[in-house]
């Protein structure tokens, strides 16, 4: 996937995720998913992403087993340093995304890092 396809793959995904289409964003991230290798630590993080998406999913379901399932899988796959591959911010995005499907906080949101690798949101 050429780098513009793939930036623009994953603005749609994250405008997606943000306004709590969670189904919608879960298919944006499989299609960058789909375009790397699959046994990478990359592609870890990319199948935690989709989980989150379908955790929250679950979330707005009312589906208590479907969020402590995919739940546990994102966070696991989402755990450790940033990787510098992924353009989300997935460090603040993981607490975010344990705290919502704990109940404690609403909605994790998905945000690219900017150049110097910290979160850049466009609020």
Do not use: C
Request: net charge negative; aromatic share 6%.
């Amino acid at each position: 996937m050429a780098p513009e396809e793939r930036r623009a793959h994953l603005e749609h995904a994250r405008e997606l995720f943000n306004r709590g289409d969670y189904w919608l964003a879960h298919e944006a991230l499989e299609t960058v998913w789909r375009s790397i290798i699959k046994e990478s630590e990359e592609a870890q993080v990319w199948q935690g992403l989709i989980q989150a998406a379908a955790a929250m999913l679950h979330r707005q379901r009312g589906n208590r087993h479907g969020i402590v399932k995919l739940g546990a899988a994102a966070l696991a796959k989402l755990g450790g340093p940033q990787r510098p591959e992924i353009e989300f911010d997935t460090v603040t995005f993981r607490v975010q995304l344990g705290r919502a499907l704990a109940g404690d906080a609403e909605a994790p949101r998905l945000e690219f890092r900017g150049d110097d690798g910290e979160r850049k949101t466009d609020d």
